[in-house]
């Protein structure tokens, strides 16, 4: 009898045991996810919102209607252009045309200084040959109209005028022509 309440006790206490560190174990996997959780929930939030039926013209002061439509001309390489040129003087603000993320500011040969944003329906907009980046790092949430970076002729553009290479890089679809998303309505910038 006292055998058994003995086994029946270790038994409890090794329960116990286990339990708690099942409960430090159940805790510590809350917390860690939670701070994931966080960090993703935006992104989820992104990826979750329909594409925008407009954007604004990301570089500032230049008009929607004075916009010259570039898409699909022809590059070196056999390339076709995956984008619009709006050009600007050097040094002009490149803005956040959509609300988003920044996923990455880096260097690449033909784009030369870029920032990739990510916008509403998990959609990539991406701001080439700039002068320099601004202050926002990949990771960042920016809202409309937030300063990106600066006109500049890096990487393919050198030698020629500054502009801002604007690109838009829907998923599986692949690059779409921003043109008529930045003149659908008149941004007034
Ligand atoms: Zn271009």
Redesign the pocket.
């Known amino acids: 009898m006292s055998e058994v309440r003995e086994s029946s006790f270790r038994r409890t206490v090794g329960a116990w045991r286990i339990g708690r560190r099942a409960a430090v174990l159940y805790l510590f996997l809350a917390l860690v996810p939670a701070a994931r959780l966080e960090r993703s929930l935006p992104i989820a939030r992104l990826l979750a919102a329909p594409p925008p039926e407009h954007v604004a013209v990301p570089v500032d002061g230049v008009r929607a209607d004075s916009l010259r439509d570039?898409w699909g001309f022809a590059r070196s390489g056999g390339r076709r252009?995956e984008?619009i040129?709006i050009f600007a003087p050097r040094g002009t603000r490149v803005l956040a045309p959509v609300g988003g993320i920044v996923w990455r500011v880096g260097a690449d040969p033909l784009g030369g200084r870029v920032v990739w944003l990510l916008g509403p329906g998990g959609q990539m907009h991406y701001f080439a040959h700039l002068d320099h980046p601004a202050n926002p790092r990949g990771g960042d949430a920016v809202a409309a109209g937030d300063t990106l970076g600066y006109v500049g002729t890096t990487g393919n553009a050198r030698g020629g005028p500054p502009h801002l290479?604007y690109g838009i890089y829907a998923g599986a679809a692949g690059a779409i022509d921003p043109y008529p998303l930045l003149v659908r309505r008149s941004s007034g910038r």
Do not use: E, K, L
Request: avoid cysteine; aromatic fraction near 0%; charge should be negative.
């Open positions: 570039s252009h984008g040129d290479h």
